[in-house]
């Protein structure tokens, strides 16, 4: 377990407002997005006096959804789930089951691809297709983006910036895209090693095993005090700024830099 991050907090939550800002690097256009309480009322970020983690489940919609998203019920846990806009083609249902059950969506894409080996029409296709399948089909336009293998440059900054996301590469992973770790036990093993306190977890729903493992895990961690929260929820009080990377922290990059690169292009881990 480490406490690799503080996350500072600046105000508290209540609404998402978008606030025109100069200067912002990751592009000239950028808003920042800042979490604001109601007027009046001060508000303590939830995860400042509560110790949170905030699990992320990559590439589906898939099979292993709903089985998913009944363990994380049962232990009345939030996720985040960064879904490909293909998937969610495929599956309506299961998109919506996860907004109705209070977790989070992000967009993965449309369809995996290195984004590094895109143009920047292709970029913003892949992400924009998605971000907009997405509000057809839950409602809500993400606010969170990550790119598969966690692969960016400056046009995939751009173009998240342009669309108003914020990148979450993820602070750890069980490293479940390595088809060799792929046991339920070392699975779990696996995430309850890279637990911390305001972790992002990187993991894959379309992982069964990762799955599998759920029930074990969320059961050890609820043990040690630990509150299961959306992305949005963990980054609550902060200034986000579109386009860059969260959680930041001072020191360590913060990213899974290994990402799951090793997963296929097509989506599959
Ligand atoms: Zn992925």
Request: a neutral charge.
């Amino acid at each position: 377990m480490h406490l690799r991050h503080t996350i500072p907090a600046l105000a508290a939550c209540a609404t998402l407002a978008l606030l025109p800002t100069a200067g912002a690097q990751a592009a000239p256009e950028d808003t920042k997005i800042t979490i604001h309480a109601a007027p009046g009322k001060k508000v303590v970020p939830f995860c400042e006096t509560h110790k949170c983690i905030a699990l992320t489940f990559d590439d589906g919609p898939s099979t292993n959804t709903t089985k998913l998203l009944a363990t994380l019920k049962k232990y009345k846990a939030k996720a985040t789930f960064f879904v490909m806009g293909s998937q969610v083609k495929k599956h309506p249902l299961l998109t919506r089951n996860i907004v109705k059950g209070g977790h989070e969506i992000g967009n993965h894409t449309w369809s995996h691809p290195w984004l590094t080996d895109l143009s920047s029409a292709e970029i913003y296709k892949e992400i924009n297709e998605t971000q907009k399948l997405v509000k057809k089909t839950t409602g809500k336009t993400p606010t969170l983006f990550r790119a598969p293998g966690g692969l960016t440059d400056d046009e995939v900054i751009a173009v998240a910036a342009k669309l108003k996301l914020v990148r979450i590469p993820g602070t750890v992973s069980t490293k479940d895209y390595v088809k060799d770790y792929r046991h339920v036990d070392f699975l779990t093993t696996a995430a309850l090693e890279a637990a911390g306190r305001n972790e992002v977890v990187l993991m894959h729903e379309t992982v069964k095993e990762t799955v599998d493992s759920m029930p074990k895990v969320l059961a050890a961690l609820q043990k040690q005090g630990y509150f299961f929260v959306t992305v949005t929820k963990l980054l609550e009080g902060q200034t986000l700024v579109p386009g860059e990377s969260y959680p930041q922290e001072e020191g360590a990059s913060g990213e899974v830099d290994e990402g799951d690169q090793l997963t296929g292009p097509d989506g599959e881990v």
